[in-house]
Nanobody, 113 residues
Framework: VQLQASGGGLVQAGGSLRLSCAASGRTFSDYIMGWFRQAPGKGREFVGSIDWSGGTHYADSVKGRFTVSRDSAAKDTVYLEINSLKPEDTAVYYC???????WGQGTQVTVSS
């Protein structure tokens, strides 16, 4: 399985972004797609996930601003929408698919104050 993350960029604080993660190759009928981020000098942290049934989970620190969803037509594509961006959201954002523990290459999000 290969994961391709995209959608990052430079945005001003208060703005929004939608990141995408497209899976190709072998996929699974039951899965969990997670989003993680790694800020400069910090470890990688979980931000949110969605499973095959559409169930979502979020880190407490991002609840209310981050939304994970999947494409209704292309179920191999998952989105992370980030609203009310803050400078502390600056990080490389990664998607991860289980089973298989496949990681995307990451997409940079930079929020200017």
């Amino acid at each position: 399985v290969q994961l391709q993350a995209s959608g990052g960029g430079l945005v001003q604080a208060g703005g929004s972004l939608r990141l995408s993660c497209a899976a190709s190759g072998r996929t699974f009928s039951d899965y969990i797609m997670g989003w993680f981020r790694q800020a400069p000098g910090k470890g990688r942290e979980f931000v949110g996930s969605i499973d095959w049934s559409g169930g979502t989970h979020y880190a407490d620190s991002v609840k209310g601003r981050f939304t994970v969803s999947r494409d209704s037509a292309a179920k191999d594509t998952v989105y992370l929408e980030i609203n009310s961006l803050k400078p502390e959201d600056t990080a490389v954002y990664y998607c991860r698919l289980n089973p298989g523990d496949a990681w995307g290459q990451g997409t940079q999000v930079t929020v200017s104050s």
